[in-house]
């Protein structure tokens, strides 16, 4: 399974973003997970097939998650707003298919102050 990102780039804070993940075939959960600089890997969002959506604590209410499954190329679109520079790191698209996971190449994301 191929992932196609796009999106990302660098901000203001106050500012908004938006990444973009499209793969093909019978995908089950999709998502996106940032590392920020010296940190380890955490999850920003994921939704499923059925449209069910879950974010971290510290996005909520500024993040939304959103995904469109028709014609069997499954695309999630996370849109950011009010970003702040604790947002910055690299976003990684993740979806499962199968009992498998398969990761983006990531997009830097970078806040200014």
């Known amino acids: 399974v191929e992932l196609v990102e796009s999106g990302g780039g660098l901000v203001q804070a106050g500012g908004s973003l938006n990444l973009s993940c499209a793969a093909s075939?019978?995908?089950?959960?999709m998502g996106w997970y940032r590392q920020p600089p010296g940190k380890e890997r955490e999850l920003v969002a994921d939704?499923?097939?059925?449209?069910?959506?879950?974010?971290a604590e510290s996005v909520k209410g500024r993040f939304t998650i959103a995904r469109d499954n028709a014609n069997a190329k499954n695309t999630v679109v996370l849109q950011m707003n009010s970003l702040k520079p604790e947002d910055r790191g690299v976003y990684y698209c993740n979806i499962i298919v199968g009992r498998g996971s398969v990761w983006g190449q990531g997009n830097l994301v970078t806040v200014s102050s």
């Open positions: 939704i499923t097939r059925g449209g069910n959506a879950n974010y």
């Open positions: 075939g019978s995908v089950n959960m």
